[in-house]
């Protein structure tokens, strides 16, 4: 879900993906980087997203991420899924201190 | 769209850049170049393994890995002869005598017999006194059976025939052999017509009738050599004259049928009445009835 937001927002490539989210989780989220790749590997798979090699900022020969129309409908739907559930929890939690 | 190989390339290749553009980092953040390699791969993971798992992916894990499976274990196989060959054997001992056996009771059991209107053909069977089931007749109720007419056709042979054994000479080298006594009606009964020759006639069913006898086809060949002369040749039958009226075809084998591991060589007619005196206590007919 989170790779597919960031890459909505801007195509990008693995190492790319992997300091963004580092960065925007402030470093809350520690993912193991490489895993990553299964998971690119098993969205093109679902054809959620699509790949192109192109250029880096870096002058390197990257291979970038896009998601596809079929790849924001699930990124809609995880989203909204996850924001009720964690909206359910929230309720939970406060009841439970109150 | 991209052969597998392709997708497995590609990943390999972006995988090894990742790897470069966090190493370069690394050392733009002031670390040595050993230092930048070991901390980029610890953060990475472990790259084989991630690789692997990224292939996966594109696999159909079922039936690829039964053919890794399958594959390793014929490597596996290869590694040690000693015990493939074992197994070999043993399976191979074990399938050939699971075959022979089936086709043994095959053909003795499940096969049709190899005679005319197999479906119709009954055995005659009684109740004893005691109970039990019996398949022999005296010459009596074999008549009485007959001219009932409960049957469209009946024939009988001697029940017996496992006692007997017939000498042959006279014409060559004396002899021992297995015979059954059987009706005139026993070979066109079952429609297995000599290859040679004739079936039996009712004079030679009667008391103090030609001596006859019908050859089957294995003792002809090792008598008589196949020579197809054979037929009116005279000999002694224990030591009582008889003419060879014919030869039955290889494929008549009385003992398959009526008599499993006898070998039947000679057939003689069955005279009732010298069987009628037989008949008390011993039964000595067993009948055989086309419905």
Not at chain 1, 20 to 42: F, M, N, T, V
Not at chain 2, 52 to 71: A, C, K
Not at chain 2, 227 to 242: C, E, F, H, T, W
């Amino acid at each position: 879900m989170m790779i597919l937001r960031t890459l909505k927002r801007q195509p990008m490539h693995g190492y790319a993906l992997t300091q963004h989210i580092k960065r925007a989780s402030d470093d809350l989220l520690q993912i193991e980087e490489g895993s990553l790749y299964p998971a690119l590997q098993r969205m093109l798979k679902e054809g959620w997203l699509k790949a192109a090699w192109g250029v880096s900022a870096t002058n390197r020969r990257v291979r970038i991420y896009s998601p596809t129309p079929s790849g924001l409908k699930r990124l809609q739907r995880e989203t909204s899924s996850f924001e009720r559930m964690l909206e359910g929890i929230r309720r939970v939690l406060a009841t439970a201190e109150a | 769209m991209f052969t597998r190989g392709q997708l497995y390339r590609d990943l390999s290749e972006e995988m090894r850049q990742h790897l470069d553009e966090k190493v370069e980092a690394l050392v733009q953040s002031g670390l040595s170049r050993e230092e930048a390699v070991a901390a980029a791969r610890r953060e990475f993971g472990n790259v084989t393994s991630l690789e692997e798992r990224g292939r996966e992916v594109w696999q159909w894990p079922t039936f690829e890995s039964f053919l890794f499976d399958i594959r390793y274990a014929l490597r596996q196989l290869r590694r040690q002869p000693s015990f493939t060959v074992v197994a070999v054997l043993i399976l191979g001992l074990g399938i050939g005598a699971n075959t022979a056996v089936f086709s043994v009771v095959d053909r003795l059991l499940f096969e049709p017999l190899a005679f005319r209107d197999p479906d119709r053909l009954a055995w005659i069977m009684r109740m004893n006194a005691n109970g039990r089931v019996g398949r022999s007749w005296t010459v009596a109720d074999y008549e009485n059976l007959r001219d009932m007419e409960a049957f469209e056709e009946l024939t009988t042979y001697e029940a017996a025939f496992a006692r007997s054994s017939y000498k042959l000479s006279g014409d060559a080298d004396p002899d021992r052999v297995a015979g059954v006594m059987v009706a005139a009606s026993f070979f066109p009964f079952l429609g297995a017509s000599p290859l040679l020759g004739r079936p039996f006639t009712d004079a030679e069913c009667r008391l103090n009738g030609p001596g006859a006898v019908i050859l089957s086809h294995g003792l002809w060949q090792r008598r008589y050599s196949g020579r197809s002369d054979v037929i009116g040749r005279q000999l002694m039958v224990n030591d009582r004259p008889a003419t060879i009226v014919g030869v039955m075809p290889p494929t008549f084998d009385f003992g398959a049928v009526f008599a499993p591991g006898v070998q039947i060589d000679v057939y003689m007619p069955a005279v009732f009445d010298v069987l009628r005196d037989w008949a008390t206590p011993w039964r000595s007919l067993r009948g055989t009835g086309l419905m």
